[in-house]
Every structure is written in structure tokens, then in C-alpha cells.
């Protein structure tokens, strides 16, 4: 399969960069970061003098921060390679440095007293001393911290003369929590960095599957013609996870489903399904074509939001705690009772290719099974000779087992009457292909470090994004009602099969 990213400037595969990662000992740097790092290094995707600095209010040395990755992450990874994780370790430094008072880990904020003040300046200063005499790699600022610290953390990096040419900067999602703080985010971070330095990170771009509907699409003669209002009914975008909040309400309690999942993830994945051949396999081309789709999305205002969007607060079910019983540090508030679990929307795009063709889009928390898939509904036949036949679906699974399925009617053996049967013609990576499939983080990472933002989002999206979110974000704030409560381990409240139900449609799993 030939890869869909291209380079561009030439690179080898391994060159040197300093990876600097603002929150470096946090839990993504932990359970993604890191381990995606040690598989790069052990398939010589990173040269060997990259070095890997986090930065933290730890107060940790080098040998301390080794010792907590040893501890937190090595069972990660496999355990057959302990020169190769070694080796690994050696990478890796740490210096503690405090953002303007804000905590890479989110906790909060803290007192800018003197003492503090000296300490921040000179872990800027042991960070500038060890990249010093470095001018000459690329240098890449990853920040795995709440997005409330990336201006703050951009200007005092400039400001210690830390950002070179050849920097760039990675911005972890959420970006904002609505379009104006997306926009002001965006403008902080860019009066240091230029565009091209700017890799908003959506690690859904990542996943192989994501990347396969676009080689799926492009690569394939036989999808296009069909790929239209002409022949597809409508489309199902979900991403149902099994996992509840526990321990992440001071996050989840701001985000909710709306925020933390459909304004990037499942956007994205309509994107790439819904835009128009590029005309070239390049960052700018592939990224124009999806904020046209953005941009061709119609708002869902004021009183619309109700027939369209459904949102769901799972309660005590199968054994699990409600939302508001999870583990958490603070008690639950108003603002825990309002935020949705689960949301499903009802998406239009007004173009000429999908004109009355609607795309459901769900995700939810607690869920009875973890799946995120594509599903593309064709219409019925349009004249049917065989009774009970149902229409063809293409199923594009993202996890678990990714793979593509195209779900066909067939004849039952048998003589005497033609009975019909679905079956799928199915493609499993995993059984196909005998590479190790790389975790979104380490296809992504690798990206990064080569300077490709093909699989980034660029400003222009992200705030198009924002713009079809905020009007539901609004009136779901202005609305009197609460989320619909779901017991844990099922699939979302009723809503979200009425959406589905007024048109005659249901959900892909219930039809099978
Ligand atoms: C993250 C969200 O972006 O994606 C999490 O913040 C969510 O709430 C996660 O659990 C899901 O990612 P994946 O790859 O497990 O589907």
C-alpha cells in the first residue's frame, strides 16, 4: 500500500530532532507518548542522538524521571528487547519547568510567588543550556497540556530564545472549548509560530483504518461512481466506548461528548468520507477538500437542536456507577449534571454529492461495547424481484479488529424457494497483512519528527469545526432540560434510536 503522506522537505527516515514534551510526565505522555516513541526507536525510526526532554513542575532528575518511565511504561511495551528499552531510557531527560504558574496536568493554577518565580526561570534556563549548540536539529514542542497553557507556554519558550527555524510546535486537542477561544488560542500560538510549524494533533488521523478509507476511496476504481446521493442512503459514523470517566470529571464536566469527541474525532471521519477526490496526495490538497465539507455543513440552530442532536448522561447500570457517582476529587456540581455522556447528531451536508444523504454521528461513554466504525447505508434496489432482501452496507471498522466489510445479499443453499441472506465480504488487517499495525501516536509522531502535517488539522478546520458546534453547544446551555439518562453498559438513551426512527432508519447494529 503506498503511503498517503508525503514529506516536504527530504528527510531520511531518522534525523535528528529534540522532542520537547510540556507535560512530559503526565498520563498521555505515559500511556501514549512514550510507548509510541520506544517502538519508533526500536523500528530506527529515530536517529541516535533525538532526545526526548519532558518538561514538569516535578521537581524530578533525569535518573528520577528514567526510573518513573522504567516503572509506568515498560510494561507496555514488549519485554524482549531490554538493550532496545535501555537504549530508550538513555534518550530521555527532564527538567522542571513551570508555565506561568499553569499546570501542564491540568490541576489548576498556583501562587507566582518569589521562590517559584527564581525556579521558573531557571528551568528555562537548564532547558535553553541543553538545547544550546542543538540549533541545527529540529526542534518539536509537544504540548500535552491543557490548552489554557499553550499561548503562555509558546511566548516564554520565544522569550528564552528557545523557538528556532527549524522548530515546531504540537498542540494536543481539545483546541478551545468554543470557536472564540479556539481563535484566540490559535492567534497566541501564532504570533511565535508560523503555520507551517503547527501540528494540531487528532489522533483519530492516525488510526490505520482512517487512513485506509482515503486508499480505499482513491485507489479504488469502483467506489466513486457510487460514492453519491445517487446510491447511498445515509451514513453512521460511531465511536462507542466501553469506559466510563473515573477520575476525569474536572476534565469531562467542561467537555462532554460534544466537545471532546464530535468536534474532533467524528468530524474528521465525516470529513475523509464525505470529501472530494483531491488532486493531489499532499497536505494542502487533502486539507483544502476537507474544510470544504466542514464548510458545507448545515448549522443546526435554536430550536433545530432538539429534532437533531440527542444527548445522554449515563446513570447506575450493569453493575457501574452513574456518571455523577464516579471517582473523583470534587464533588459533583450543576455543571456535572448538565454535561452529555452521549450525543447523536443528525448532519447535512448541502453539496451536490450529498444532498439529502444524512450522517448520524454518535459517541458515547460506557457503552456496551467499544466500536467505531464507519458505516455506509446503500440504498434499496430499485426494483426487487426476491423477497427480504435488505440493502447493501459498507462497514469500515476502526477497533476493535480493523478491517472493511461489505456486507452483500446472497443466495442460501438450497433448492426450492430463493431464500436471501447479508453476508459480508470481509478484509481484517490483522489477518491480512502480518506487520505489527503502529498505534495512531507512533504514525503520527513519526510525522511530526519528519515535518509532514499532512494528518494535522490546520487552522481553517478547526474553527469551521467550532462553527457548526457552537450553535448546539448554545442551545443545549440555553435549554431548561438535562441529557437523558442511559443505564451504564447500553447503547444510549431512546433519543437516540428516535432520530434514527423518524425516517423508517436504525442503527447499523440493530439491523444485523
Ligand atoms: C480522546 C478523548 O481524544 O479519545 C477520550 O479525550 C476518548 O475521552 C479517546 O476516550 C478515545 O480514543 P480511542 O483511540 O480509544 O478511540
Redesign the pocket.
Known amino acids: 500500500m503506498s503511503s498517503l503522506t508525503t514529506s516536504p522537505v527530504p528527510v531520511s527516515a531518522a534525523h535528528t530532532a529534540d522532542l520537547v514534551v510540556f507535560g512530559g510526565t503526565g498520563d498521555l505522555s505515559m500511556r501514549k507518548l512514550l510507548p509510541a516513541l520506544y517502538h519508533s526507536d526500536r523500528d530506527g525510526r529515530l536517529s541516535p542522538e533525538t532526545r526526548v526532554i519532558a518538561l514538569s513542575r516535578g521537581g524530578l532528575d533525569d535518573a528520577d524521571f528514567r526510573g518513573k518511565v522504567d516503572a509506568e511504561v515498560r510494561d507496555q511495551v514488549p519485554a524482549d528487547d531490554p538493550a532496545g528499552w535501555r537504549r530508550f531510557l538513555g534518550r530521555l531527560r527532564h527538567v522542571s519547568v513551570d508555565v506561568g504558574g499553569l499546570d501542564p496536568q491540568g490541576a489548576g493554577e498556583q501562587g507566582a510567588g518569589e521562590a517559584r518565580r527564581v525556579g521558573r526561570r531557571s528551568g528555562w534556563e537548564t532547558l535553553a543550556a541543553l538545547l544550546a549548540g542543538h540549533e541545527d536539529r529540529d526542534r518539536v514542542f509537544y504540548l500535552a497540556s491543557p490548552p489554557r497553557t499553550f499561548g503562555a507556554f509558546c511566548r516564554e519558550a520565544a522569550g528564552a530564545g528557545l523557538v528556532t527555524p527549524r522548530s515546531r510546535v504540537v498542540l494536543e486537542?481539545?483546541l478551545g472549548h468554543d470557536l472564540a477561544s479556539a481563535q484566540r488560542i490559535n492567534d497566541e500560538v501564532g504570533a511565535i509560530f508560523d503555520e507551517r510549524q503547527i501540528f494540531r494533533i487528532?489522533?483519530?488521523l492516525g488510526?490505520e483504518t482512517v487512513q485506509n478509507l482515503l486508499v480505499l476511496r482513491f485507489a479504488n476504481a469502483f467506489l466513486e461512481p457510487i460514492w453519491n446521493s445517487l446510491w447511498i442512503d445515509h451514513v453512521q459514523i460511531t465511536?462507542a466506548?466501553t469506559?466510563g470517566?473515573p477520575g476525569?470529571r474536572g476534565?469531562?464536566d467542561h467537555?462532554g461528548a460534544l466537545r471532546?469527541?464530535v468536534q474532533?474525532?467524528l468530524l474528521q471521519l465525516l470529513c475523509l468520507t464525505a470529501m472530494e477526490p483531491p488532486a493531489r496526495n499532499d497536505r494542502e490538497a487533502i486539507r483544502d477538500e476537507k474544510v470544504k465539507v466542514l464548510q458545507a455543513l448545515r448549522p443546526i440552530t435554536g430550536g433545530e437542536v432538539d429534532r437533531f442532536t440527542v444527548r445522554g448522561q449515563y446513570v447506575e447500570g450493569g453493575g457501574m456507577p452513574g456518571y455523577l457517582d464516579e471517582p473523583a476529587s470534587t464533588p459533583p456540581t450543576e455543571e456535572s449534571c448538565r454535561v452529555e455522556t452521549f450525543t447523536a447528531i443528525r448532519a447535512e451536508i448541502r453539496n451536490w454529492r450529498w444532498a439529502g444523504v444524512p450522517f448520524y454521528l454518535r459517541t458515547g461513554?460506557r457503552m456496551p461495547r467499544?466500536t467505531?466504525e464507519i458505516v455506509v447505508r446503500f440504498k434499496d434496489v430499485p426494483h426487487s424481484i426476491y423477497p427480504g432482501g435488505t440493502p447493501n452496507r459498507l462497514v469500515l471498522r476502526?477497533?476493535p479488529e480493523e478491517g472493511i466489510e461489505l456486507h452483500i445479499m446472497a443466495k442460501e443453499p438450497g433448492a426450492g424457494e430463493v431464500t436471501l441472506k447479508p453476508v459480508p465480504l470481509s478484509l481484517s488487517f490483522g489477518e491480512t497483512f502480518t506487520a505489527r499495525v503502529p498505534e495512531?501516536y507512533e504514525r503520527l509522531l513519526t510525522d511530526v519528527l519528519s515535518g509532514n502535517p499532512t494528518l494535522f488539522m490546520r487552522r481553517d478546520e478547526v474553527e469551521a469545526a467550532w462553527r457548526w458546534i457552537d450553535p448546539i453547544l448554545a442551545a443545549w446551555e440555553a435549554s431548561p432540560g438535562l441529557p437523558e439518562p442511559y443505564p451504564a453498559g447500553t447503547s444510549g438513551p431512546a433519543g437516540a434510536r428516535e432520530l434514527l426512527g423518524r425516517s423508517g432508519r436504525s442503527w447499523h447494529e440493530e439491523e444485523s
Do not use: F, G
Open positions: 486537542k481539545p487528532d489522533h483519530y488510526k465511536a466506548e469506559v470517566t476525569r476534565y469531562y467537555a471532546d469527541m474532533n474525532h461513554k467499544r467505531s476502526l477497533q495512531a
